[in-house]
Structure formats: C-alpha cells, structure tokens
C-alpha cells in the first residue's frame, strides 16, 4: 500500500507539470498510471478529465468527470466540467442540461452568483430553455436585481411564443411590469401578445388592416422584432471585461471583411486581413500565445486600432506580462468603449505586481467614470473635488484601500454591475438628499459589505417614507449594532432622526459622526457633518467654531464667511454685542487677508450695522453702511437704512440727497408707490423734518394721491410760519388753496 500511495503521488506530480506545460498526451498517461495506482482519486480523475479535454478525447473525459461525479454526488465542480466537455464535443443539449444541473447546485449551496453564471451558459446554448429561463429569474429577483430579471422575463416569453403558448408568455410579460409597469419593452410585448390573442380567438376590438397587406406585415414583424429579437447581452448580461473583450473580436472581425484600406497598399491590407482573421479566431477558442503573436504580426504591419489595443493588453493581461499589457490598455482607453474593462484589466495588472494602492488608484477612476458620466444628474464638480481628495486619502488609508479594491472589483466584473451600481448610487441619493453630504460610489465601497449594508438600510428608507419612523429607527440601530464602525449607517441613522424631528439627537449623531470624520482625516465629510448638525442647531457655538477651523483649512471662503456670520449671529442671542463684534471683525480681517471683497463682506457688515443700532452709535452704523452701499448700490433697503443714520447723526444734506436719489431711482423702475411708504416711515420718525414732507407731497401728487399730499404742505406751511419764513409759507397756502378749495377761507386767514 506505500509503494501505491508513493506511485501515486509521483504520477501525480508528472500528469500537473504536463498539464501546467500544455503537453496533452504526457498529462493523460501520468494520471492514468496515477489511477492505477489509487483508482477513484479524485484529484487524479479531475486532472485527467482536463487534460483529456483539451487533447479532444472527449469520450475519456466525460468517463473521467462521470466517475468523479459519482464520487461527490453533491458538488457542482465536476458538472459544470462535464458541461464544459459536452459543449466542447457539439453536444449541445447534454451541455446546456449540466450547466442547469451545475446551477442548481450552486443555488443549493446558497452560491446565486455562480449559479446565474452557469444557467446562463445553459441559455446561450438553448435560449428557449424554460426550466433554466424561470430559475434564473427568480435568482436575480433574490438578488434584487429587477432589470436582470425583466430581461429574463422577456427571454420567458419568447420561449412561450416559439412554443405557440402565447397565454403563458402574457404571464411571463405580467411578471416582468410587476417589476416596472413602466418598461418599454416588456409593454410592447403584452401589447403585442394581447394582438396576437385576439387575433386568435377572434376577440377584439383591433384597428383594421390597411389595404396592402405587405406593409401590414411588415409593421407587424418590426413591432414583434422590437422585443422578441433584443442585442444578446441584453438577454444575458456579462461583465465589463468580456463585453469589451466580445466587442473588439467582433469590431476585429469586422475589419477583416473591410474594403476601406486607408493608407494601406493592397498587399499590405491583405496581410493585416489574413493576420488579423488568424487571430480573431485563435483568440475566440482561447489560444492567447498563438492569437497574440498573430496581432503581434499586425501591429507590425502598421495597423493601429483601439480594438486591437484592448485585445492584445487582455491577452498580456492574463499572461501575466503586465508592463506590456499597461501601454496597450493605455492606448484603448482613448476609445470610450474599453475605457472601463481597460481600467479594470490595469488594476488586475497593479495588484499582481504588487502595488495595491495603483489598483486602488485604478478602482477609484473606474468609480469616478460612472458616478459622472453614467449614473450622476447633476452638477459634477462637487464628485470632481470629491474623488481628487479620495485619491490622495486613500493613499494615508491602507485598510479602507483594501476594502475599496475588494468591493470594486466585486461589483465591477459581475455581469450585473450596471444594475449593482445604479441601486448604489440611488440608495446614496436617497440619504443625502437635502444634506450637505455629498458622497460617491467610492465613499460607500470602501466600507466593507457598503453594498449590502445599503440594501438592508433600504428597509428603513422605506418604512420613514411610509411614517413608519420608530421602526425605521429599530431597524438602522440594529444595523449599527451590527456594523459600529460604518459612517455610512450612523450617517443614515442620523437622518431618520431629521426626518423624525428628534433634532437634539440628531444634532449630537451628526457633531459625534463630525468628530469621527475629523479622527480619520476626511475634512471635507467633517464639514458636511458639522454643517448637518448647524441646520438643525444653528446657535451652536462649538460646531460654528469647529465648521469655522475646517473651513479655513480648506481654505473655502464661502464656508468660511458663513461660519464667521452664524458665529456672530449666536453672539447676538445672546446679548453677548463685544463677542459679536469682535467675531465680525476678525471675519472682515480674515477676508482682507485673502483679497476677499464685494458681496462677500455683505453679511458681516449687516451685522456690523445691527451691533452699531443696538448700541445708537449712529456714526459706526453710518460708516458700515456706506461701505454696503459702494458694495452695492441697487440695495435700495441699506440705502434707506443709510438716510436713516445720516438723519441721526444730523446731516440732513447727504440724507435728502440720499432720498432724492432713491425716489429717482423709484420713478425709473415704476416704483415711486413703494418708495413713498419707506418715506412715510422716515417722516414718523422724523416729523419736523420738511425736507422730507416736501418730498413726500410731491410724490403723492406725482401719484395723482392729493389728499394724502395736503396733510404734509400743511404742516410745511406750519413749519415756515413758526420760523417767520413768511414768503415760504404764503407759498405753500396759496398751493394749498387751490388743492383743497374748502379751506380757502382758513388758509388766507393765516396768510393774512
């Protein structure tokens, strides 16, 4: 028994150096005498069954899987071999009944993933294939991943139709608008199916045929055809890299039946087309050294394409020449359709070798790609600053780095990535919306499970939006348990707060969550908490102060100004006019260091002017408010506030010109009704001031408003006679006289 045990284990050793070395027969004979040794090996039947596969003897090699089948009567493994063998062979149903055979394993083994990938290539090689059809629906709906599913729906019906079922494949359709009763597919296709059973069962109404049938027939085949023959991928989605990768064989493929040949001599053209064909067909059955030194032949004839870039850096890729893959993968990334599954293929490159935080550089542009181009709505600039601090922060991170590249790569080369992605993003959106926080894909992949932790964190989404708040709260504070260390659920948990009006809880959630941020030198969220926390709280000294220190050292002069502002503001309720002062001041110092100027100093000059009336020192508020008018000259309530002080500190000449200015102004904008309230408030607090009721009675005239005019020529006329101004005021009454003739007699007695 020793001597068997060692044979066998030198045997062994024979048949995986053949086989690592690609010499088919050596590999086959040394697992053999393995058997021989030790038969019902498992190790030594698998390693047989593939050499035997690749050398074609396919027969040997569904004996070897068979056995090894029989000897793990539960693992999917040597299934899917044995699917793979039969595929190989041309035997297409005994292929497509293994991968369902392996996925349903998978399934049992809680493993969806790969058991979608294995009934998915049971569909493409049976695409009416019901039973596998209606078993990888139901995986993406476990995965929650209704796109994939409505596709698989839509696959359903068509194997029903084919079938002449037209009533079953109207359910198939019904299942996939329960899903979205708005996708446009799946409601051409219960449009058409409904046509279809009418027509059948003579049950209508239905718009009669025009009178040439052909055209009839035709539109009929274009609608069938809009949901019944849709691209392949759509049917069976796969991954960035293979997508790519398919599209430039068939891009490749194309060229070689080309006519356009350039600049190209007709020899040369018909080298690159024999070359290229060559190689587009060794790379199809996966023969990369023999496919690349092929392109390797037509990039040295001169063609350079975008196509061939990405399929020799794949190839590179895999062969682990990773220098070489890179300037290839570079040069397809100016294509827009290699740039991600090139990113994707460089980060693989980077982490074999050995510069994880490269690959994690890589992750973040990938992730940068799609937040900005594919999935964000609006305004990029904010993802733009957002993903320019990441790639530096990250580099101080190491463990959030790992956890990036783990989850990135996860989502990023599944076949469902797009759907995987967009429920990501949306689900971010959904706990920022109306917040300061402004976070990307990246933000929530480098917590670890941020997927999965958005998807439970939607069950409390759902239940706030519906009122449900206490079990809203239950479920993210179990979430938290569970997860202590991920800001993105203290971020959520603070929310349900908001929207729970626990504000003092929600204000501690968000100063605490601030803290955290500032710990793990992330600035910018640390501002996006603290600002959270000053809308609920805008009074709160410590979280001005901290929001304040931030927003210098980022150096953010409208953060900055504001902190300065809302700090005076506290100071104000609290009587506390020195502090107040002294935190504008500091503001305006702040600004002037910085070139600041303009609309900038707007809000700590108000304030400024508030301090200087509490304290009726009329002259400070003067100044700072003709420092606000040079600012701005069309603020027509600081120009009114600027005549006020002018009359407190008695000069009533810039104060008259003042409101002859602002009237003039009133007359040209159609104003002047608006203008004579402010002045009406200005003569209530300055009575004896006939300036102002001189002004006044003319715009009341001006507004055809006469009575309103007399009262103020009255008490001008009263003025002038009290000071003796005699021929003043004869003036004024003999208006007045003919303004209001009722009162002739009283006003000729006081001329008299």
Not at 29 to 43: C, G, N, S, T, V
Request: hydrophobic share 45%; with cysteine; net charge negative.
């Amino acid at each position: 028994m020793e001597g068997d045990r060692l044979r066998y284990e030198q045997a062994l050793r024979r048949g995986h150096e053949a086989l690592w070395q690609k010499r088919w027969a050596a590999a086959i004979a040394a697992y053999r005498e393995a058997l021989e040794a030790l038969p019902d090996q498992p190790e030594a039947l698998t390693g047989l069954g593939l050499a035997c596969m690749e050398a074609g003897h396919y027969e040997e090699a569904i004996a070897a899987f068979r056995q090894l089948m029989d000897l793990r009567p539960g693992d999917p493994t040597p299934v899917l071999r044995l699917a793979e063998v039969y595929q190989r062979a041309g035997r297409v149903a005994e292929a497509a009944s293994h991968y369902h055979q392996a996925g349903q394993l998978f399934a049992e083994q809680a493993d969806l993933r790969r058991a979608i990938q294995a009934w998915v290539q049971a569909i493409r090689l049976e695409p009416g294939r019901l039973e596998t059809l209606e078993a990888l629906a139901q995986a993406y709906r476990r995965l929650h991943q209704p796109e994939a599913a409505i596709r698989v729906d839509l696959a359903r019906a068509r194997a029903w139709v084919q079938q002449g079922d037209l009533q079953r494949a109207l359910e198939a359709v019904s299942a996939a608008l329960a899903l979205d009763p708005d996708h446009p597919q799946a409601l051409q296709a219960r449009d058409w199916l409904r046509a279809q059973l009418a027509r059948r069962t003579g049950t209508g109404p239905l718009p009669a045929l025009p009178a040439r049938r052909a055209e009839a027939e035709a539109e009929q085949a274009r609608a069938e055809a809009f949901w019944t023959l849709p691209p392949e991928e759509a049917e069976v989605p796969t991954d960035l890299i293979r997508r790519a990768l398919s599209q430039a064989l068939q891009t490749l493929a194309d060229l070689v039946f080309s006519e356009d040949r350039g600049t190209f001599s007709e020899e040369e053209w018909f080298r690159i087309h024999a070359g290229l064909g060559r190689a587009v067909d060794a790379h199809s059955r996966g023969q990369w050294r023999e496919a690349l030194a092929l392109y390797e032949q037509v990039l040295a004839a001169g063609l350079e394409h975008p196509a061939l870039m990405f399929a020799t850096g794949a190839i590179l890729t895999e062969l682990k020449r990773c220098d070489e893959a890179a300037s290839r993968l570079q040069q397809a990334m100016a294509s827009p359709a290699y740039y991600l599954a090139s990113l994707l293929l460089l980060a693989r490159c980077e982490e074999r070798h050995g510069t994880p935080e490269r690959a994690a550089e890589r992750y973040l542009e990938a992730l940068e790609h799609i937040d900005r181009e594919l999935l964000h709505k609006g305004p990029a600039e904010g993802l733009r600053e957002r993903y320019r601090f990441l790639r530096a922060w990250i580099q101080r991170h190491p463990e959030q780095q790992a956890t990036l590249r783990k989850e990135a790569q996860q989502i990023l080369e599944s076949p469902t990535w797009l759907d995987r992605v967009t429920l990501i993003r949306r689900a971010l959106d959904q706990w920022t919306a109306g917040a300061p926080f402004r976070l990307t894909l990246a933000d929530a992949l480098m917590v670890p499970e941020g997927e999965r932790l958005l998807i439970e964190l939607g069950q409390a989404y759902t239940w706030a939006q519906h009122g449900l708040f206490y079990s809203a709260l239950e479920e993210a504070m179990r979430i938290v348990a569970e997860m202590p260390f991920a800001p993105l659920a203290h971020l959520a948990l603070g929310r349900l707060l908001v929207w729970g009006h626990r504000s003092q809880a929600a204000v501690g959630k968000f100063r605490a969550l601030g803290e955290y941020f500032l710990f793990m030198e992330d600035p910018y969220m640390a501002m996006a908490a603290f600002e959270q926390a000053l809308q609920l709280a805008p009074l709160d000294l410590p979280v001005l102060q901290r929001w304040l220190r931030l927003s210098q050292e980022l150096g953010d002069p409208s953060r900055t100004i504001q902190a300065f502002t809302g700090m005076a503001d506290a100071y104000l309720q609290m009587a506390n006019l020195e502090q107040a002062e002294r935190i504008c001041q500091e503001g305006l110092e702040w600004a002037s260091r910085r070139g600041l100027s303009g609309m900038a100093l707007r809000p700590l000059l108000l304030r400024l002017v508030e301090i200087a009336v509490q304290r009726l020192d009329w002259p400070r508020a003067v100044e700072h408010l003709e420092r606000l008018r040079t600012i701005d000259p069309k603020d027509l309530e600081i120009r009114w506030g600027l005549a006020e002080a002018y009359m407190r500190v008695h000069r009533m000449e810039p104060a008259l010109e003042e409101v002859r200015d602002l009237l003039n102004h009133a007359r040209a904008a159609g104003r002047l009704a608006e203008a004579a309230s402010n002045l009406e408030e200005l003569i209530a607090l300055f009575p004896e001031e006939p300036g102002l009721r001189q002004m006044a009675a003319q715009v009341y005239l001006e507004l055809g408003q006469t009575q309103s005019a007399i009262p103020h020529l009255e008490r001008i006329g009263e003025h002038y006679l009290q000071q003796g101004r005699l021929n003043d005021a004869r003036a004024i009454y003999q208006s007045l006289i003919q303004l209001n003739p009722d009162r002739a007699v009283h006003y000729r007695a006081l001329i008299g």
